[in-house]
C-alpha cells in the first residue's frame, strides 16, 4: 500500500495515530486540572514503564491539555547528565517556563496578576542566564531576595509558590512536566518533592508529573521519604489486546483502508501490546501489503520484517553499547526471561562467590540504561524482549 499514507509512527516519543489504551491517565490527569479550578488540591503524578511503552507520547498529551487550559506549563527531559543534556535543571526549567510564560502573559489581564511572579522568576533565572537572554518580552525588575539562593530546593519551591499563588484564584495552576525523570540527580529529585510539599501545605496549584523507568518511585523515595505521598505512582504497561487492536486499526480506517480481523491478532500477539512493537509491526505490514485490505499473510510478513527492523536497529544499539563483560551478565540474566532476575542468582550463574564481585558490572548497566533495580537484589532489561533477542545471537 502506498508508503506516503502509512499513518502509523514508529519512534521516541512520535505522536501515534491513535493514542490508544490511555482514557484512565489522562482522566486522572483531567481530573486534576479541573479540581484545580475549583481551588481543590490533588496529588501529583508519576508515569512509570520500561523503555517504548509510551511514556513520553503520554506526557506530552497532558502537556497539551494543560496548555489549552491555559495552566503555565514547563516541560523538560533530564535524559543523561548535566553535560549531555544542554544545562543544569534549573536552566532546563527556566528555559521552558519562560516560553509557556511569554504564552500566558500575552493576555493582558494575566499579564498584570503575574508581574510579581514574574519578578520571582527573573530572579531564579539569572542564575542560570546572567546575560538575562531570557526575556519575557515585557520589562521586569529581578525580585531580589525571592528563588536567587543558588539553592535549588529553596528556590524551586519560592518560584512555585509565587507563580502559583498569582494564578490560583483565576482557576488555574502550575504544572512541570519531567521526562526521564530517574535520570535528575538526587538533588534535584528532592528539589522537586519540596517544591511539591511546600506549595500542597498552602493548597496551591502548583504539580510535578514526572515519567521514567520503574525505578523512579524508589529513587523519589530515597530523595525525601515522604514523596510516596506526593505523587500517585501510576505503571504505564502494555495495551491491553482491545487497546492494542484499537491503535492498529483505527489508523486504518481514517486513511480509507482496513486490517482482516486476522491480521490484526498477528500484529498484536506479536507485539505483547507493547506500543513501539505495535507501531513497528503495523507499519511494515501496510507497506508490504498489496492493498486495499491488510490480510493475514501481509501481517506475518510485517512482523517478520518489523523484527528485524527492531533487532538491528532497538536492540542492536543496546547490545553494542554493552562491553563483553556487561554482555555476560546480561546473558545470564537472559534465563528468566523478562525477569526480574535475583543479582545473587547472576553472579552465582557466573561463576562469583559473591554480587560484590559482579557489582560495578551492574551498576555500569544500570549507568547505560540498559538495566534498572525494580527492588533492593532485584535487576531487569529496561526494554521488553531483550531475553528473547539475547536468545538470538550467536556472538
Ligand atoms: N497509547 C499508544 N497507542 C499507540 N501507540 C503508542 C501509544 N503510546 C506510544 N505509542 C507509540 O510507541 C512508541 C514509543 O512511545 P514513547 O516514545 O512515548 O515511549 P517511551 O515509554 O517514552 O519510551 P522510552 O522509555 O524509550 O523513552 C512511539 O512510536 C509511539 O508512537
Ligand atoms: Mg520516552
Redesign the pocket.
Known amino acids: 500500500m502506498d508508503r506516503v499514507d502509512n499513518p502509523y ?8 495515530p ?5 482514557d484512565a491517565d489522562i482522566q486522572e490527569f483531567e481530573t486534576i486540572l479541573a479540581r484545580a479550578a475549583l481551588a481543590r488540591a490533588s496529588q501529583s503524578m508519576v508515569l512509570t ?1 520500561l ?8 506526557l506530552n498529551d497532558l502537556a497539551g491539555r494543560a496548555r489549552r487550559r491555559d495552566w503555565v506549563v514547563a516541560q523538560v527531559e533530564a535524559r543523561g547528565d548535566a553535560d549531555t543534556r544542554g544545562g543544569s535543571f534549573r536552566s532546563m526549567v527556566a528555559r521552558s517556563l519562560n516560553q509557556s510564560l511569554r504564552q500566558v502573559t500575552g493576555r493582558s489581564t494575566l499579564r498584570d496578576r503575574l508581574r510579581s511572579a514574574l519578578a520571582t522568576f527573573k530572579s531564579f533565572s539569572l542564575s542560570t542566564d546572567p546575560s538575562g537572554a531570557l526575556s519575557l518580552g515585557i520589562e521586569i525588575d529581578a525580585q531580589r531576595g525571592r528563588a536567587d539562593t543558588g539553592s535549588l530546593d529553596l528556590d524551586l519551591s519560592e518560584l512555585a509558590f509565587d507563580l502559583a499563588a498569582s494564578v490560583a484564584d483565576i482557576g488555574v495552576g502550575v504544572v512541570i512536566l519531567v521526562d526521564e525523570m530517574q535520570d535528575l540527580e538526587p538533588d534535584e529529585l528532592a528539589a522537586v518533592c519540596t517544591a511539591v510539599h511546600e506549595t500542597g501545605q498552602r493548597s496551591l496549584p502548583f504539580y510535578a508529573i514526572g ?1 521514567g523507568l520503574p525505578s523512579l518511585p524508589g529513587l523519589l523515595a530515597e530523595a525525601r521519604s515522604y514523596s510516596e505521598r506526593l505523587f500517585a505512582f501510576r505503571p504505564i504497561g502494555p ?1 491491553d489486546r482491545e487497546a492494542a487492536a484499537i ?1 492498529v486499526s483505527r489508523p486504518a480506517e481514517s486513511h480509507a483502508a482496513a486490517w482482516a480481523s486476522s491480521a490484526i491478532d498477528v500484529v498484536v500477539d506479536a507485539s505483547a501490546g507493547y ?2 512493537f ?2 513497528e509491526f503495523a507499519k511494515a505490514s501496510w507497506d508490504y501489503a498489496p492493498g486495499p485490505r491488510i490480510e493475514e499473510d501481509d501481517a506475518y510478513i510485517g512482523v517478520r520484517a518489523g523484527r528485524e527492523k527492531l533487532d538491528a536497529g532497538f536492540f542492536r544499539s543496546r547490545w553494542n553499547r554493552a562491553t563483553p563483560a556487561e554482555r555476560d551478565y546480561l546473558r545470564a540474566m537472559a534465563g528468566d526471561g523478562d525477569g526480574p532476575s535475583a543479582s545473587g542468582e547472576v553472579a552465582r550463574r557466573l561463576g562469583k562467590a559473591s554480587v560484590q564481585q559482579v557489582g560495578p558490572t551492574r551498576a555500569n548497566l544500570i549507568h547505560k540504561g540498559l538495566l534498572y533495580a525494580p527492588e533492593h537484589g532485584l535487576i531487569a532489561y529496561t526494554v521488553p524482549g531483550m531475553a528473547a533477542f539475547i536468545a538470538r545471537q550467536i556472538d
Not at 509512527?9 to 501515534?16: I, T
Open positions: 509512527a514508529p519512534g521516541a516519543g512520535l505522536r501515534p491513535e493514542l490508544a489504551g490511555r514503564g523503555r517504548g511503552v509510551g511514556k513520553t507520547v503520554l515519567a495495551l491503535a506500543p513501539y505495535l507501531q
